[in-house]
């Protein structure tokens, strides 16, 4: 069986940064701030009236600096099905013409950044956990298929216009992420990527959705350390996505893990970045210098659907 | 890279400079700065951790935030400067058209940052620290100094990026200065990925006209190169209008210090790795 490494995280957030007290006056939250910034949230940054969520995704693959030219298969992954399709709405309102409902950023993105031997999947069902999805099908290509060698997992989300910036009592940001899941054995071992999806949740509230989530997560990261025979002992580093602060507090004490072991310090700065901030985090875990080589990181996520998506990766 | 793989890259890239254009009047500049905040992440202050800086109140470290802030936006000024004039004078003798078009772009951007770096310093402290960088001489000329030129602005770029990242992340550091490190490392991203590109598409096409001792000039030029460039980050002017004596003694030792050493290979081996691997960077004989 090969290998896989996922490696050169890059991400983008929308362009303009606001604060608690700005979201609030422009209308877009749903709690107080009082309970927003008590959860652990400072500021979101959301796109610019012209920006899109395609930009944000050549943002994301810009500041990775994948080098395209080494691309087999592009893995675009949105949470939200309408950032799946480049045109808005209204292209199709006035054509009646369905192609104006398939205008695929992942076309677009493959012959802009040059990547003509990549072929193309797009995934719209998995919602926030769509990232980590898109490295489990990267993951299980290379392992399958040997002429496979580079894969570019990328994923990009903007609210529409209107929207409120908060989901499930967490502040939103506009943003995406880009990854490559490789051969090249430099930056994380991949060791396994587990999805659990409880489709009967589909419609859940805001309040169905928390109070599924620890039972789910506790159910999820088990199976995925029974799978590569771990014990949550055997995690050196957990990079859970950036919600509520006490939410990880209290998933930590039911499974046991030590609280200081979570790497998310980029929650008060930009929020729940929807599919892209568990790969911001580990980035900066990356980055921070205090990981180890042969540590063991656990990265999970949540999302509607509802599922629930877990990886654990080795630092090479 | 091919040529025709690096066309569509700046083609690519030039649209999106188009698309982007980020202007900094969106930044929100305060009157005055206050006093008891930092200006620059306190783990990438140049004497952060030495003996020196343990002596220091946190009052008097904020200070020095400040002035290294000032130091780095100068240098960000001077490195600017010296890019415009570069890149420019070689406008449309460049390999190709599409080149010197993407090119225009990111001089225009680098003008913009310069903008707001120059900006924060005569608005905060009415100055610009001068470039106190030796001219090194280049062991090139045509092909090989187009190489080495943008080999030069990759090396500059990318530590400013590494610093820029840093600091637009750090939530301990007052909000002008995160805002101004994240405007600028949304744009020097596309400039890194044309740096890379450029630089993997010409290394192709010189590989039959570089034998071991250019490499080994090439090496050296470079090499000499990262290290004024990292001399710059430990400014006596910074230190002493911060208020630290035995400036210019405080910088050497600094700078050859032992974590010092460690902190600019951590980013360089990091950031510049594609260098190391060809060899344009590395030990020298």
């Given amino acids: 069986m090969s290998d896989s490494y996922l490696q050169q995280l890059g991400y983008s957030l929308g362009s303009e940064r606001r604060s608690i007290e700005q979201a609030e006056q422009a209308g877009v939250l749903l709690s107080t701030i009082q309970a927003l910034k008590e959860s652990g949230f400072e500021q979101h940054f959301i796109c610019a009236e012209s920006e899109t969520a395609y930009q944000l995704a050549c943002n994301a693959l810009v500041d990775s600096q994948i080098d395209t030219a080494e691309i087999d298969c592009i893995i675009y992954a949105n949470c939200l099905p309408l950032n799946a399709n480049h045109h808005q709405n209204d292209a199709f309102e006035s054509s009646r013409d369905v192609k104006d409902l398939m205008v695929f950023p992942a076309s677009k993105l493959q012959v802009e950044f040059g990547m003509e031997n990549a072929f193309v999947i797009g995934l719209t069902q998995q919602a926030c956990t769509c990232m980590l999805g898109s490295i489990r099908i990267a993951n299980n290509f290379i392992t399958a298929e040997e002429n496979i060698n580079n894969i570019l997992c990328i994923s990009a989300d903007n609210f529409p216009e209107n929207a409120y910036y908060e989901q499930a009592y967490n502040l939103i940001s506009d943003g995406g992420a880009a990854c490559l899941v490789s051969r090249k054995p430099q930056g994380f071992l991949i060791l396994t990527v587990k999805h659990i999806t409880n489709g009967a949740q589909v419609l859940a509230s805001d309040d169905e959705t928390v109070g599924s989530y620890f039972s789910y997560l506790h159910q999820l990261i088990s199976e995925t350390l029974l799978q590569i025979n771990k014990t949550v002992a055997d995690i050196d580093w957990v990079v859970p996505q950036n919600t509520n602060a006490k939410a990880w507090s209290i998933l930590a004490s039911l499974l046991g893990i030590d609280e200081q072991k979570a790497w998310f310090e980029s929650l008060a700065e930009v929020g729940h970045v929807i599919s892209s901030d568990n790969i911001i985090n580990l980035a900066r875990l990356d980055h921070s210098g205090k990981i180890n080589k042969g540590d063991l990181v656990l990265v999970f996520m949540a999302g509607f659907g509802s599922n629930w998506q877990c990886m654990v990766v080795e630092k090479v | ?285």
């Fill in chain 2, 1 to 285: 890279m091919n040529c025709a793989k690096f066309t569509t890259q700046l083609k690519k890239l030039t649209q999106m400079s188009e698309q982007q254009f980020l202007t900094p009047d969106a930044l929100n500049w305060p009157e005055v700065l206050p006093k008891n905040q930092w200006c620059f992440s306190p783990e990438l202050i140049s004497i952060f951790g030495s003996e020196q800086w343990h002596e220091l109140t946190e009052q008097q470290q904020m200070s020095l935030s400040f002035y290294e802030a000032i130091n780095f936006f100068s240098l960000n000024v001077h490195g600017e400067k010296y890019l415009i004039n570069a890149v420019s004078s070689h406008l449309f003798n460049y390999p190709s058209l599409e080149m010197s078009e993407y090119l225009l772009h990111f001089i225009e951007e680098e003008a913009k940052h310069m903008m707001y770096f120059s900006r924060f310093c005569s608005q905060y402290a009415n100055k610009i620290y001068p470039l106190r960088a030796l001219e090194v001489g280049t062991p090139g000329e045509g092909e090989i100094e187009l190489l080495l030129l943008f080999a030069r602005i990759y090396i500059f770029e990318s530590i400013v990026d590494e610093y820029n990242r840093q600091i637009a992340s750090d939530s301990s550091v007052i909000g002008i200065v995160s805002d101004i490190n994240r405007l600028h490392h949304l744009e020097e991203s596309r400039h890194l990925a044309f740096g890379l590109g450029f630089l993997k598409y010409w290394l192709q096409e010189l590989q039959d006209s570089i034998d071991e001792q250019q490499l080994l000039k090439i090496s050296q030029h470079l090499n000499g190169f990262l290290h004024n460039t990292w001399k710059q980050f430990y400014c006596p002017d910074a230190y002493f209008d911060a208020g630290l004596s035995d400036c210019a003694g405080l910088s050497m030792a600094v700078f050859n210090s032992e974590p010092a050493q460690q902190h600019r290979d951590k980013i360089q081996h990091k950031r510049l790795a594609w260098l190391y691997q060809q060899q344009l960077l590395g030990d020298v004989a």
